[in-house]
């Protein structure tokens, strides 16, 4: 069974560029999160999908967005980067979210630099 | 409102000796609990989870946590460590209608000596 695939694995972009990473979750999952993993705020939750609905949301600005497809893949994007938008962004499904203890499995990770 | 603390940042061990990771949490509803390892340039990958079934909790590589509602607690412990073990692991806290949010601590760090 195939884990949780997130591509590109690794990017450099410049700051006011912007980026769109993508994962997709193991079969059968329907929701997808995304998270921002950095060495000065730790792991945050960006944002969760759940059949194609975003189910709830973190204390992030505008700027990063996410959507999710008909077949359970997501996509997050962040517009005119900023330096401290450098960090490992990692996408995580689970069949429905953590209700009722459900395992959250993580993907390796997208790590972008801003330069 | 849901929070984590992990108690030490850095840990370092003796090959061989009790590993010992402190977490503490906070949560206004019954909690899920969850132990994630972390390698370098890797994912995090599920150790263990607490979910209101038994409190002592075992999973892979031999860790195993123990649910502490009297001391808001979900320490991850094995009894020895090999030099496989050195990662970071991080502990985190999530609940019924939190869809997949988990709220992690801050991580910590484990080195293992020879």
């Known amino acids: 069974k195939a884990g949780v695939t997130q591509t590109p694995r690794y990017l450099i972009k410049t700051r006011g560029q912007q980026v769109t990473l993508s994962c997709s979750p193991i079969?059968?999952?329907?929701?997808v999160s995304w998270y921002q993993q950095t060495p000065g705020q730790g792991l945050q939750f960006l944002f969760e999908?759940?059949?194609?609905?975003?189910?709830n949301k973190g204390n992030f600005p505008g700027r990063f967005s996410g959507r999710q497809f008909s077949n359970s893949r997501s996509e997050m994007n962040v517009s005119t980067l900023e330096l401290g938008d450098s960090a490992l962004y990692l996408c995580?499904?689970?069949?429905?979210?953590?209700?009722?203890?459900?395992?959250?499995?993580f993907g390796e990770g997208s790590w972008l630099t801003v330069v | 409102a849901q929070s984590v603390t992990q108690l030490g940042s850095h840990v370092s061990v003796s090959e061989g000796a009790l590993v010992l990771l402190r977490c503490n949490y906070s949560?206004?509803?019954?909690?899920?609990l969850f132990w994630y390892v972390q390698y370098p340039n890797q994912g995090l990958q599920l150790l263990l989870k607490?979910?209101?079934?038994?409190?002592l909790v075992k999973g892979i590589n031999g860790f195993e946590a123990e649910f502490k509602k009297s001391e808001t607690s979900f320490h991850l412990t094995k009894p020895s460590a090999h030099m496989s073990d050195a990662a970071e692991y991080f502990c985190?806290?999530?609940?019924?209608?939190?869809?997949?949010?988990?709220?992690f601590g801050q991580g910590t760090e484990l080195s293992v000596k020879p």
């Open positions: 079969s059968g999952h329907r929701s």
């Open positions: 985190a806290v999530s609940g019924d209608n939190q869809g997949g949010k988990l709220i």
């Open positions: 607490y979910t209101s079934a038994a409190t």
């Open positions: 949560s206004s509803v019954p909690p899920y």
């Open positions: 995580a499904s689970s069949l429905a979210g953590t209700g009722s203890g459900n395992t959250i499995y």
């Open positions: 999908y759940f059949s194609e609905t975003q189910r």
